[in-house]
């Protein structure tokens, strides 16, 4: 079964520093999002893409994340300079919309630490 | 008020046991809902849609109620591999845009 891949899993980072996660998403699925889920909470939609474009960001911190797509495929989700409070774990997720509707699915996640 | 709302949980059941949870929704304009199912350190995995005739698949049966805006997730005869954190999804549709809302999750443990 195909899977959406994200890299790193797992990011440690002082405050400060430049950090960014790739993310590949399933073949043939225009749509990509990324999130970003604090422990104990549900996701929080960070951008959304339609192809190469973006179609919502209207909750990326924009002072210092920033994210991009270029090809419509992979994107590139990057944080600088990287806060405490940044860290959880980034999710990446592709979906097709279909007759029945829309269907997401998920990678693994990065887990970011800022110390 | 949060967009999406959900039971706080943690629900802590026996084996067998019957479970259901909540989620409450206050945009009237939400189009789909989904309820996700994500292991501890783990990514959320769909768990099924939720139409408004209301749908099963196998032990769990989701419901949507519209003009109460909520939905639940009822689970029968609960195994132990149902322990998990369950999230509901809420999604506004504009154009090519849809928002996503996602609760902050209701935790189960099935106890032996």
């Known amino acids: 079964e195909a899977e959406v891949a994200q890299s790193p899993r797992y990011k440690i980072t002082e405050k400060s520093q430049a950090v960014a996660f790739w993310c590949d998403p399933i073949?043939?699925?225009?749509?990509l999002y990324w999130y970003r889920q604090i422990l104990g909470q549900g996701p929080e939609l960070l951008v959304q893409?339609?192809?190469?474009?973006?179609?919502?960001d209207s909750q990326l911190p924009k002072d210092r994340f920033s994210a991009e797509r270029l090809k419509g495929v992979d994107s590139t989700l990057k944080i600088q300079p990287a806060e405490l409070g940044d860290s959880a774990m980034y999710l990446c997720?592709?979906?097709?919309?279909?007759?029945?509707?829309?269907?997401?699915?998920f990678g693994p996640g990065t887990r970011l630490l800022v110390l | 008020r949060k967009e999406v709302e959900q039971d706080p949980g943690p629900f802590n059941v026996p084996e067998g046991a019957t479970v259901a949870f909540n989620c409450t929704y206050s945009?009237?304009?939400?189009?789909?809902f989904f309820w996700y199912r994500q292991d501890c350190r783990k990514e959320p995995k769909l768990l099924m849609s939720?139409?408004?005739s209301g749908n099963e698949d196998g032990r769990f049966t989701a419901q949507l109620n519209r003009a109460s805006q909520y939905i639940s997730l009822l689970i029968r005869d609960s195994k132990l591999s149902d322990s998990a954190t369950y999230l509901c999804?809420?999604?506004?549709?504009?154009?090519?845009?849809?928002?996503?809302?996602f609760g902050s999750g209701t935790q189960l443990t099935v106890l032996p």
């Open positions: 999804v809420v999604i506004v549709s504009s154009g090519s845009a849809r928002q996503l809302t």
């Open positions: 939720v139409y408004s």
């Open positions: 893409f339609q192809d190469e474009s973006v179609v919502d």
């Open positions: 997720a592709s979906s097709l919309v279909g007759v029945l509707g829309e269907t997401q699915y």
């Open positions: 945009n009237s304009a939400s189009q789909s």
């Open positions: 073949s043939g699925h225009a749509t």
